[in-house]
């Protein structure tokens, strides 16, 4: 995988605009380019408030949240808001 850090101002426009669109009043922290065989696009870090969110944009524009960190300001930490797959494999019926 490649991945190259680039300035926001060189994302393409449809990405900007799905952005702007799914997180209104988030800042751009950060921006890589992406390339792999299985994914070509770009990872980008926004910033509102306390809260980070990582998001995976593909060049069309169509984007998928890859984590959600939320600041606590009381202990000075992260928390991830973003579920982890195999929490669904620990769940069982009891019938």
């Known amino acids: ?48 408030n306390d809260t980070e969110i990582e998001v995976l944009a593909a060049k069309s524009g169509e984007l998928t949240i890859k984590d959600v960190l939320v600041e606590d300001e009381d202990e000075g930490g992260c928390k991830g808001d973003a579920k982890d797959e195999d929490e669904d494999d620990d769940e069982e019926d009891d019938d």
């Open 1 to 48: 995988m490649t991945e190259t850090e680039i300035e926001k101002g060189d994302l393409p426009a449809n990405v900007f605009k799905s952005l702007s669109l799914r997180f209104d009043g988030f800042e751009i922290e950060e921006a890589e380019k992406l390339e792999n065989p299985d994914f070509s696009g770009f990872e980008i870090l926004l910033e509102k």
